[in-house]
């Protein structure tokens, strides 16, 4: 499967993977070293500390660039008056008589509990490309979903946000 992602996120991959490499890869080995120096590296807690710390660091790189090879670009670009990319939407819940508002965005920046929903998420795929007033149903199953009623979108959410760290 591939992840959808637009061009800004694939360019702050591009820069934590640079940093990962030129900063991070060098304090790890430098701490890599210096534990090492230390002696019996059977019973020295820190060589293990710092190799665990070592490797994090390379598998992150290596999952980064993984999904900058096999992602699918996609336009943050919408009308003026439909829902899309980076928007931030209020979404009216009819069985739960609530209003909750969240921003709509990639799935490497989902994050629910900041109020951060993937586009590939139920909720993102219902309201992506609608605009406001309209009652969408979200599909969570075969057999059941929900209505929301699209209340506002606002446009000036910007993509500044952190990339989510697995």
């Given amino acids: 499967m591939y992840d959808e992602l637009t061009k800004s996120d694939i360019q702050k991959m ?5 940093y990962r490499k030129l900063v991070v890869r060098k304090e790890a080995l430098e701490a890599v070293k210096e534990a090492r120096a230390h ?7 820190e060589y293990h500390a710092a190799k665990r710390d070592k490797n994090i660091n390379e598998s ?11 992602a699918h670009i996609i336009s943050d670009d919408s009308e003026a008056d439909e829902v899309g990319l980076n928007n931030i939407v209020e979404l009216y819940f009819e069985d ?3 209003t909750e508002t969240f921003k709509l965005v990639t799935t490497i920046r989902g994050n629910s509990l ?9 909720i993102g795929k ?6 406001t007033g309209e009652r969408v149903y979200v599909r969570v199953s075969e057999t059941a979903g929900y209505y929301v009623e699209i209340r506002s979108i606002d446009k000036s959410g ?3 946000d952190e990339l989510r760290k697995f």
Avoid at 14 to 18: R, Y
Avoid at 60 to 70: D, N, P, S, V
Avoid at 126 to 131: C, E
């Fill in 60 to 70: 992150r790189i290596r999952y980064l660039e993984r999904m900058i090879k096999t």
């Fill in 14 to 18: 591009k820069e934590e993977i640079e």
């Fill in 39 to 45: 002696g019996d590296l059977s019973e020295n807690f």
């Fill in 114 to 122: 900041e109020g951060k929903i993937s586009t590939e998420s139920p």
């Fill in 96 to 98: 739960d008589d609530e």
């Fill in 126 to 131: 219902a309201i992506l490309g609608h605009k």
């Fill in 158 to 160: 910007d993509d500044s």
